[in-house]
């Protein structure tokens, strides 16, 4: 991975930056899309940067869970670890179908894939009000850093959204765990 470098800017505005970002309402996969060449100054964090370089993806076995009192201890620890420490993880031995897995990773490219304007309608900083948010940085204008990412959030509980209140592309892939439970 290529080191990412700073350079002093007394100009540098944060909060306007921030701004800016989260009014284009594009996310990073619009930023990208605009042919950037150059990482914007807020998603820059060189000490996170150093620190998660050489990592591998931490994965958590879910395998057992549901017969061994001491085996779900241990997984809820090694979730709790992978969240405050790492930020991501790997579930594995889920018992979620594969084909289920795919479509809902196809739904998720999908969206993130359509043109802008399509996106700027789910696009939200409330993302407790909609069934379905679209939004970059949950802690945008909270966090030391920005996160170079941008996420889809899907309520599904207690009840889950109609499907006119989903994109289209994401329709048949949210609403399939609610369908094979019937």
Aim: proline residues 6%.
């Amino acid at each position: 991975m290529a080191s990412v470098t700073t350079t002093p800017n007394l100009s540098y505005d944060r909060n306007n930056e921030l701004k800016a970002f989260d009014e284009a309402q594009v996310g990073v996969k619009g930023l990208v899309d605009t042919g950037l060449s150059k990482v914007p100054r807020i998603f820059i964090n060189q000490q996170e940067h150093n620190r998660i370089t050489n990592q591998q993806t931490r994965k958590i076995d879910l395998a057992g869970i549901e017969n061994d009192p001491k085996n779900l201890t241990k997984i809820v620890g090694e979730i709790r670890d992978a969240c405050g420490n790492w930020g991501f993880f790997q579930i594995i031995n889920h018992g979620i179908p594969q084909k289920i897995v795919e479509e809902m990773l196809n739904g998720v490219r999908g969206f993130h894939e359509l043109d802008a304007e399509v996106k700027k309608q789910y696009y939200t900083r409330d993302v407790v009000a909609k069934k379905f948010a679209y939004f970059s940085n949950y802690f945008l204008y909270r966090g030391p850093v920005t996160n170079w990412k941008d996420t889809i959030s899907v309520i599904m509980s207690p009840n889950p959204p109609l499907p006119e209140q989903l994109p289209i592309v994401c329709r048949y892939a949210h609403l399939i765990p609610r369908y094979n439970t019937m």
